[in-house]
């Protein structure tokens, strides 16, 4: 309180009055004092003012009970008589420092004196008529200021800063008055709420002469936003000059009105036009650099000097002309080269402006599908990229991903959206992806690939998993991993067996133990076919040690775990046939009721052999050992002979003797030469076979076999599927009784784990139908009855 | 012969229902009362006499195709003709171009005809059923099981053009075209689903094809039957 006082009687208020805000808040205060001090009628009396606030104040607070002491205070009181023509003297006095002022000339009275002048004729009921004066000062003192402007025709830039010189000097000056006429203020002022302060007062006049002469208004405005527009245009622009202008206008409460509505406009004009044209200039990330300074430098304006209720406005209109009008078009023309160029700043950019305007991102976003589905479509539509197909799908997947993390800011929208294309475009090609995926894993777990550690291929299956979460047969790929599968478990080519459980744990995680109950099988078969061969050594060697020490392993393979294998009827040596009832013998005693049944197409054997330049031991298939073998008795042999003897089929004995006389090691000479087996060749055993490794594994010749071998999965697995959709509708419909078609066929599609066609269904239906099974509805042919 | 007769009577007794019982009593009480009003009622014997004459002795209780040619000479109507298959039907005959005794006396005692003139008056009557909507569909049903050959589970493909053109061809707009359809896909035989949608699919699909659900229960037959005419008639309007 004392503070407050003491600034009263500052003699210079006019530092403190720099500040509006403060002012007001002070003359709320006054406003309080004085509400209370209206509770005494004559202390309006008392001259010595500079007291009141002080003593009074302090008097309120403990004046809840009234003392003694008050009335000896009223006691000191004399009332002071003012001389007859104070009044006019002291109005001269006064009207003379305004006028000093306002011509910026030394004044030749004490600011003291003034005030305490304004102050007694405000005590003496002279503050209307000395308010009226005041006001008439300012006024012609104003008008003649703006008036001034109306017949300039000097530059804008000039001019402007001539109005700003003008408007500072009248923000000055009234601040100056108001110092001297301070007590006005606090009193006439505020008992009469109609009559606004002196401050206001020189506000109002300014604005009204201001508003009145439009064409001062309008260069005003227009020099404004003809120095914005310089400045958007690069040039460097006197920023303090606008910002005073533009507070003039806020404070003339003329900001909206005169100025921001044309600033939005003239804004929108340059930017539709700017976006236009740089549309069609620029590439799409330079149009979005430029865009994205814009913003900035629009952010800039309204820091430095726009009111910054402009700022939502400018903003959105910025974004309106550069962004929204262009959303298509940047996205059809730019959108798609950024993905395949991977420019991930770009991209960042393109998403941070395009969350700025509504439906941005969800345009970006069906862009984005489109894009993957797209360029998806393209790797796997085409038979000819099969061998990379599944590699391609995992990079794509990579940069996909990468490019919603680092750029898209891992926007769930954007990472449901790229599951959805991926699962999309996947499924365009049936079957095929599903095919290449379980062969892709395959040749990454057999052995021989060294390319990866543990870990790398761990990390590697895991994305292959994602990829096939998004494959809708997954019996296809089920069916060739399992063949896949049984080929490297029974060669022994699995690269690890960690590798190839936590491949199948990953399997049973993703589809359930149904999908996995036969790959486990295999694996136990595996386990267990160890254990027997074992036994099977054990035995061998305590009741037929005299056997010739031949060493068999078998493997007893689950009907029904694995893939199935057309048996073929071959004649097998002596010595084999002879093991082979012995283990026959000796597994049946161990499991009786099983039926054993021999597969000599995954035999494979080791022999020794001994060539002129030394002993080799050859890595052969069974069907290899059986023609091999023959040239124990003779060096040569017709291939009738052969066909005959080893009662191999045909097409399976050509590829054998191919692989043997053909092909890289030739073990045998085929007479005449010549790629192809004729019935009529004959092969010679080749004793000059030199090869520098000990050890020489003759690889079959497969060739045409995979795609036959291919194409017999694939035609397995359509016909499992035909069961699989005769068993649930027979199970549906067995549960329901009677069922109408289109629920039967809803119920069908949820059960089915595969895609379908609803013909297909029909089919199944029909045929179901016709083996009666189930019924068409006698009076509802939509309604099918089941039949038990 | 008696041998026969006195078997088809306990036939009769074992088989056949009350009302037949009853009508055999009234048949006999009435022949006493006038031979006019005899030769209007019908008579149990006179009616299986009637078939007699259509069957050979080696095998006495069917009527086989040449007494079927005979028979059909006899009432004035071709074998072809739709009337025979409601005459079938209502004999409830098993196989296309035989009657047996039993199907014979059952038939033609439910409508009480004994003789060719009889019969022949009768005829108009059976045009009519097919007239009625529910009738003309058991006649439907019945006749693809009476026309199928009977190893088979379904019926080829000459027998079903024969039977719809019989019966579908009048009413049913899309036959030709259906009768096109059939003969350039690859359905050899007709099943008994198949056979019976086709009815329904006449009766309530529009001409225009434009009420027809893709997505509904129809057979197969009948949606590839609706796209195939859909691309004929539109390669009709470009030409």
Redesign the interface.
């Known amino acids: 309180m004392s503070r407050h006082v003491s600034k009263i009687g500052d003699p210079s208020p006019l530092k403190r009055l720099d500040e509006p805000q403060i002012s007001k808040k002070i003359r709320l205060e006054i406003e309080v004092d004085e509400n209370m001090s209206d509770n005494s009628p004559d202390r309006n009396r008392r001259a010595n003012f500079s007291n009141v606030n002080g003593v009074n104040r302090n008097l309120n607070i403990h004046s809840v009970k009234p003392t003694t002491k008050k009335l000896i205070i009223k006691n000191f009181k004399s009332e002071p008589k003012l001389p007859d023509d104070y009044n006019e003297t002291t109005w001269k006095k006064l009207s003379s420092a305004v006028i000093a002022i306002q011509q910026s000339k030394p004044n030749e009275y004490l600011l003291e004196e003034l005030y305490q002048a304004v102050g007694n004729m405000c005590s003496h009921k002279m503050a209307s008529e000395l308010y009226k004066n005041l006001f008439e000062l300012i006024d012609a003192h104003v008008r003649s200021n703006i008036e001034k402007f109306k017949t300039e025709t000097m530059d804008r830039l000039l001019f402007l800063k001539k109005m700003n010189d003008t408007w500072q000097s009248h923000c000055n000056q009234m601040i100056m008055i108001r110092g001297i006429f301070l007590c006005l203020d606090r009193t006439y002022v505020l008992q009469n709420p109609n009559i606004s302060s002196i401050w206001d007062m020189g506000l109002d006049l300014f604005r009204k002469y201001f508003m009145l002469h439009t064409l001062v208004q309008t260069r005003v405005v227009e020099g404004l936003l003809m120095l914005i527009e310089q400045e958007r245009q690069g040039d460097k622009v006197d920023r303090i000059l606008l910002k005073s202008l533009l507070r003039m206008l806020t404070d003339l409460q003329i900001y909206n009105k005169a100025f921001e509505q044309k600033f939005l406009q003239s804004t929108e004009r340059l930017y539709a036009a700017e976006g236009q044209r740089l549309m069609q200039e620029l590439e799409v990330p330079e149009f979005l650099a430029h865009v994205d300074k814009r913003i900035h430098e629009e952010n800039e304006r309204v820091l430095h000097y726009l009111d910054s209720s402009t700022k939502y406005q400018l903003i959105h209109t910025v974004e309106k002309q550069l962004l929204s009008e262009h959303i298509n078009n940047i996205l059809q023309k730019g959108l798609d080269n950024l993905l395949e160029e991977n420019r991930l700043h770009d991209l960042s950019l393109l998403y941070q402006l395009f969350s700025r305007v509504k439906n941005g991102l969800q345009e970006l976003c069906h862009a984005f599908n489109a894009f993957i589905k797209k360029q998806g479509r393209t790797i796997v539509i085409d038979p000819e990229k099969d061998k990379t197909m599944v590699q391609e799908l995992l990079d794509f997947k990579d940069a996909m991903d990468n490019i919603v993390a680092s750029c898209f800011k891992k926007n769930e929208m954007f990472s449901n959206s790229l599951k959805e294309a991926f699962e999309h475009f996947i499924n365009q090609r049936t079957n095929k992806p599903a095919e290449l995926i379980a062969k892709f894993v395959d040749s990454k777990l057999r052995a021989g690939n060294k390319e990866a550690t543990e870990e790398e291929l761990e990390r590697l299956l895991d994305k292959i998993m994602v990829l096939f979460r998004f494959i809708h047969g997954k019996d296809v790929f089920e069916a060739f991993y399992k063949k896949d599968l049984a080929k490297r478990l029974l060669v022994g080519k699995s690269a690890s067996v960690d590798a190839e459980k936590s491949m199948l744990s990953k399997l049973k995680q993703e589809c359930g133990g149904g999908f996995t109950s036969k790959l486990e099988g295999m694996f136990k078969d595996m386990e267990l076919s160890k254990d027997i061969n074992v036994a099977f050594k054990q035995h061998l060697n305590i009741n037929t040690p005299e056997l010739m020490p031949l060493d068999m392993t078998v493997n007893i393979l689950t009907m029904g775990y694995w893939p199935t294998y057309l048996p073929m009827d071959v004649t097998l040596p002596a010595q084999m046939v002879k093991f082979q009832d012995i283990f026959k013998e000796f597994y049946l005693s161990k499991h009786n009721g099983r039926k054993l049944q021999w597969q000599p197409t995954l035999g494979h054997c080791v022999l020794k052999a001994r060539f002129k330049a030394g002993q080799k031991e050859l890595v052969v298939s069974l069907f290899q050992t059986l023609v091999i073998l023959l040239f124990n008795e003779s060096d040569e042999h017709g291939f009738e002979y052969i066909k005959a003897a080893t009662n191999i089929e045909d097409g399976e004995l050509r590829r054998t003797l191919q692989s043997l006389a053909c092909g890289k090691a030739r073990v045998l000479n085929k007479i005449p030469k010549g790629r192809e087996i004729e019935d009529n060749d004959k092969f010679k055993f080749n004793n000059d076979f030199v090869n520098k490794l000990f050890r020489i594994k003759i690889n079959q010749i497969q060739m045409k076999e995979t795609t036959e071998e291919q194409k017999a999965t694939e035609e397995r697995v359509f016909q499992d599927r035909q069961y699989q959709i005769d068993a649930a509708i027979v199970r549906i419909m067995k549960m329901r009784k009677t069922l109408?078609?289109?629920l039967l066929?809803s119920e069908l599609l949820g059960q089915l784990k595969f895609p379908v066609k609803?013909?297909d269904l029909?089919?199944r239906i029909?045929s179901l139908?016709?083996r009666d099974y189930m019924e068409?509805d006698k009076d509802n042919?939509?309604?099918?009855n089941y039949v038990a | 012969m008696p041998r026969s007769k006195r078997r088809s009577t306990t036939d009769m007794s074992s088989n056949e229902d009350d009302r037949y019982a009853s009508k055999r009593l009234r048949n006999s009480s009435s022949r006493r009362v006038s031979r006019v009003e005899e030769a209007q009622s019908f008579s149990q014997k006179r009616c299986l006499a009637w078939f007699r004459e259509y069957t050979t002795p080696d095998d006495p209780d069917t009527l086989g195709p040449e007494g079927m040619e005979k028979f059909c000479e006899d009432i004035g109507v071709e074998p072809e003709n739709v009337v025979m298959l409601v005459l079938a039907f209502k004999m409830q005959a098993r196989q296309m171009g035989f009657f047996t005794k039993e199907e014979w006396l059952k038939g033609l005692g439910e409508m009480q005809c004994d003789s060719i003139q009889k019969l022949q008056y009768r005829l108009d009557y059976l045009r009519c059923l097919l007239n009625d909507q529910n009738i003309f569909k058991a006649i439907y049903r019945y006749a693809y099981d009476f026309a199928r050959d009977k190893d088979q589970?379904?019926m080829d493909m000459e027998t079903a053009k024969a039977m719809l053109q019989l019966l579908l061809g009048k009413h049913w707009a899309l036959y030709t075209q259906f009768s096109q359809f059939l003969d350039q896909s690859k359905y050899k035989v007709i099943?008994?689903?198949?056979w019976?949608?086709i009815l329904?699919f006449s009766r309530t699909i529009y001409n225009d094809l434009s009420n027809y659900d893709v997505?509904?229960?129809?057979?197969?037959m009948l949606?590839e039957f609706v796209e195939w005419l859909k691309t004929s008639r539109a390669k009709a309007a470009i030409s």
Do not use: T
């Not at chain 1, 042919?781 to 099918?784: G, K, L, P, T």
């Not at chain 2, 099943?191 to 198949?194: E, I, R």
């Open positions: 109408s078609h289109n066929i609803p013909s029909k089919k029909e139908i016709d068409r042919s939509n309604q099918y | 589970r379904s099943n008994k689903d198949q019976c949608n329904e997505d509904g229960a129809w057979p197969v949606d």
